[in-house]
């Protein structure tokens, strides 16, 4: 079983999440303290040291967090399986036969698309695992790849029943 | 079938009362202070007559759509599918479901089922989108239902299909497997009470008494404080739930009995509602044994069958195979369902070194409550949550359990309910292995098993365990193929 890592592209694409997600929490926080301070209400020194370490944190995670995710993330597909392996400090392992396989989706979002990245989105009966962050090319390739496993799956399993 | 047939008339006097129903509880929750002000004032004779007349409007025109409905609403049988047409103009729409797709067909006999001698037919449908409802529920005399039924099984696999094909029998022709007598319902009923639920009731209530009659928490300014309504109200609110809990399994499952017919396992009981669960084993994916906590403390156990796309649209539980019985019995059961779900053993237990890890979740939310408690200054509340945390998390640790045998795995999990799930490997979908710093640190790893089923029973949580049991659980997975399991 010989595991694939991502394209360098990856650690971009996820830098951006992570950063828009930091922004976003910035902006919450930043509007919170802005309302309770304009009702007079006198915000203790603690509460901004506390806001000032958290953003210290979150500009570090932004730049560390990526490059470890990067380095986790590895994924195989053969003949039988595919396994997705992923994760910061839960290291999260998936695995599923081909031949359970409902249903595959490539799908890119707008950031992903920024990078010429997508994902395969793969669907079983109890679920989807999803191979994220892969080049256009190798999402189109992955999922033909399994459809034409899975068609030939059917096949023969068609005719084992009528045989 | 090739005529369309229409449901039996009753079904627009069920769906127009549950209209009303439905109506009744809307006006009840949004307009209930303007209610309260009308009981305290008085009734007004001229508004209360243009209120009774606005709800008569209401329910003349609800009744008169469901009637139009029913007039342009068809059911037949084309082409190997089923197919709904209704050509009502307000509500215009064709459902066509292939025959095949077909999980179960099951019969419904409520109140006003037996009123009219009808029977309601539940359709589930093999699919993960519609697991959690009943995908079609058609009312129909007895002997159109029977015919249908049996025109919508007649593609089911020949190991579903009786053995003379001959008409679908009701649960009384079967060969019985067992009956539970109503001391044994009762039973049921007292040992299967949520002992979390209680626990929590009796909390709430003591709080809720002394928050109305002292001044502990500070409510000496509240304008409901005192007030024997809110208080009656209040009381209802926290103590209904477990009376319900406790009662309605005495009228549920009233009659319960436990038959086989062929391939098929054929489940009754009721006593206002009459169920009856017709229920394929070739399309049942996974035996769920559980065992509530004061079951667990008398050995006693009850069982559910997770079959695709089938589930208890009220209890949003699969359908029971049997009430609470002893190991014995159990095994006896499922012995006659199919020898292959009857288990020795649960397992191997999680290893000690599982203990830390699993704590960790439980003392984190424990501490943060013992610091909001703290500053709230009611310390001591925050230690009692913290102490019933840590009991949880022993509790946890001592219930989980992994068994990997030649062709399922069985898997248990629960906090004071024990819930025991065993899965042949050519059902299950997915296998998650997860491991944090602190499991990589002991070797261990915790992960999860999703099958097709509905969504409370879907993932299947696996505690801690060595590594290597989940590579085994991998490799078990590949090696069986669905499509032969499930023609086993």
């Known amino acids: 079983m010989e595991y694939k890592s991502l394209n360098k592209k990856a650690i971009g694409c996820m830098r951006l999440n992570s950063i828009i997600w930091s922004v976003i929490l910035a902006v919450s926080g930043v509007t919170t303290v802005g309302i309770i301070s304009s009702n007079k209400v006198k915000i203790p020194t603690a509460v901004y040291i506390t806001l000032g370490i958290l953003a210290v944190v979150m500009v570090v995670y932004d730049i560390v967090v990526p490059i470890i995710r990067y380095k986790r993330y590895r994924y195989c597909i053969d003949d039988e399986m595919f396994v997705v392996v992923e994760g910061l400090w839960f290291i999260t392992k998936s695995i599923a036969p081909i031949e359970r396989i409902h249903q595959i989706e490539v799908s890119r979002g707008p950031i992903d698309r920024m990078f010429g990245l997508g994902k395969v989105l793969i669907t079983t009966a109890g679920g989807v695992v999803t191979i994220k962050f892969l080049e256009n090319e190798l999402a189109e390739e992955i999922a033909d790849k399994l459809k034409n496993r899975i068609n030939n799956i059917v096949k023969d399993q068609g005719v084992n029943n009528n045989g | 079938m090739d005529k369309g047939i229409r449901c039996h008339f009753s079904s627009i006097i069920a769906n127009t009362l549950k209209a009303v129903w439905f109506l009744i509880v809307l006006v009840a929750v949004n307009l209930s202070d303007e209610i309260v002000k009308i009981h305290q004032e008085g009734f007004n004779p001229s508004s209360t007559l243009i209120v009774i007349g606005i709800a008569l409007g209401i329910i003349i025109v609800v009744a008169l759509f469901n009637f139009f409905r029913w007039r342009k609403t068809y059911i037949y049988i084309k082409d190997d599918s089923l197919i709904l047409d209704c050509d009502f103009a307000i509500n215009k729409r064709k459902t066509t479901v292939k025959l095949s797709s077909i999980s179960t067909v099951n019969f419904q006999q409520g109140i006003l089922e037996k009123i009219f001698n009808t029977y309601r037919l539940q359709i589930d449908i093999n699919s993960f989108a519609t697991a959690e409802k009943t995908d079609f529920n058609l009312v129909f005399s007895h002997s159109v239902a029977e015919e249908l039924k049996k025109e919508l099984t007649k593609d089911f696999s020949p190991c579903d299909q009786t053995q003379d094909n001959a008409e679908i029998r009701t649960v009384h022709e079967t060969k019985p497997i067992f009956e539970f007598t109503t001391n044994r319902v009762i039973k049921h009923g007292l040992l299967s009470i949520s002992v979390g639920g209680v626990l929590f009731s009796v909390i709430m209530l003591a709080f809720t008494l002394v928050s109305q009659f002292t001044d502990v928490f500070g409510t000496e300014e509240s304008k409901i404080k005192g007030n024997p309504i809110t208080t009656i109200i209040a009381v209802l609110l926290v103590v209904g739930p477990v009376i319900v809990q406790s009662v309605s399994p005495f009228i549920r499952y009233q009659n319960f009995k436990i038959g086989k017919l062929g391939d098929r396992i054929v489940v009754s009981y009721g006593l206002i509602t009459n169920r009856q669960y017709n229920v394929p084993l070739s399309k049942t994916n996974a035996v769920v044994i559980k065992q509530p906590f004061l079951a667990r403390l008398c050995h006693l156990y009850y069982g559910e069958l997770i079959n695709v796309g089938m589930g208890d649209e009220q209890d949003h539980q699969s359908p029971i195979f049997c009430l609470l019985v002893n190991k014995q019995e159990l095994d006896f059961i499922l012995n006659e369902i199919n020898p292959n779900f009857v288990i020795s053993d649960i397992g191997e237990r999680s290893p000690k070194s599982a203990f830390i890890p699993m704590c960790i979740p439980y003392l984190l939310f424990g501490t943060i409550a013992v610091v909001v408690a703290s500053i709230l200054n009611y310390w001591w509340i925050g230690v009692i949550v913290l102490a019933c945390l840590l009991l949880c998390a022993i509790s946890s640790y001592k219930t989980k359990a992994l068994n990997i045998l030649d062709d399922r795995a069985v898997i248990t999990t629960g906090v004071f309910m024990r819930r025991t799930i065993i899965v042949p490997f050519g059902k299950i979908q997915i296998v998650n292995s997860k491991n944090g710093p602190l499991s ?34 991998f490799e078990k997975t590949l090696e069986f193929d669905s499509v032969a399991t499930l023609n086993k």
């Open chain 2, 440 to 473: 990589r640190h002991f070797g261990i790893s915790k992960g999860s098993a999703t099958i097709l089923a509905s969504l409370v029973n879907m993932s299947n949580n696996i505690g801690y365990f060595p590594k290597d049991r989940f590579e085994k659980l």
